[in-house]
């Protein structure tokens, strides 16, 4: 099932406004390992012409995420603008992160894969439950070093020195 096709064939050329809303069948058709039960509005820009379509994508919503730390579900905001582009060409290929080659007798657009890309890479790394969120702000503010190779304050450098590394200070 598509959710977001637009057919292109019969487009005129200029500006076309579309929108979309997804929910949880749309998250159901992809892989749930990032997110659930997605409440999106997507609205698309298209500018055709002769050689190219620009798509802009405006993606605004919630997901829903499976809190790192307590295992908790909680709702997740989503406010992504990502700009697209179809060019035509003898193949359909992809030619970039941003732009797909298609060609000439293409008759829609899906963009099902696009927004559920962008919202997984939206989203962030280490998924806290916002209670934990004064936790993290903390921790980020102090920069709390895990490892260092170096000496910390208050430690004094051992005197003894590695005789292998008195030779390579005497190369010049």
Same mark, same amino acid.
């Given at each position: 099932m598509k959710?977001? *096709?637009?057919?292109?064939s019969g487009?005129r050329?200029?500006?076309h406004?579309l ?8 998250? *159901?058709?992809f892989?749930t390992d990032f ?9 698309v820009?298209?500018?055709t012409?002769?050689?190219i379509?620009?798509a802009?994508?405006a993606?605004k919503?919630?997901v ?7 295992l908790?579900e909680?709702?997740?905001p ?6 697209h582009?179809? #060019?035509?060409?003898e193949e359909? #290929? ?5 732009i797909d080659?298609i060609s000439q007798e ?6 099902d ?6 919202v997984?890479?939206?989203?962030p790394?280490? #998924?806290?439950?916002?209670r934990?969120?004064?936790d993290?702000? *903390?921790?980020?503010?102090e920069?709390i070093?895990?490892?260092s ?6 430690e004094t450098e ?6 292998r590394?008195?030779?390579? #200070?005497?190369?010049?």
């Amino acid at each position: 099932m598509k959710f977001t *096709e637009i057919k292109i064939s019969g487009l005129r050329e200029g500006t076309h406004l579309l929108k979309f809303s997804l929910d949880h069948q749309f998250s *159901e058709s992809f892989s749930t390992d990032f997110f659930t039960c997605p409440k999106l509005e997507i609205e698309v820009s298209l500018q055709t012409s002769d050689t190219i379509i620009r798509a802009e994508l405006a993606i605004k919503g919630n997901v829903v995420l499976v809190c790192d730390r307590s295992l908790e579900e909680f709702t997740y905001p989503v406010l992504e603008n990502v700009t697209h582009f179809f #060019k035509y060409g003898e193949e359909e #290929k992809e030619l970039s992160d941003e732009i797909d080659m298609i060609s000439q007798e293409r008759i829609s657009l899906d963009f099902d894969q696009l927004v559920y890309d962008i919202v997984a890479l939206s989203l962030p790394q280490k #998924k806290l439950h916002p209670r934990f969120s004064d936790d993290t702000a *903390e921790n980020d503010e102090e920069g709390i070093m895990v490892y260092s190779s170096g000496n910390s304050e208050g430690e004094t450098e051992n005197d003894e020195n590695d005789p292998r590394w008195d030779i390579l #200070k005497n190369l010049n």
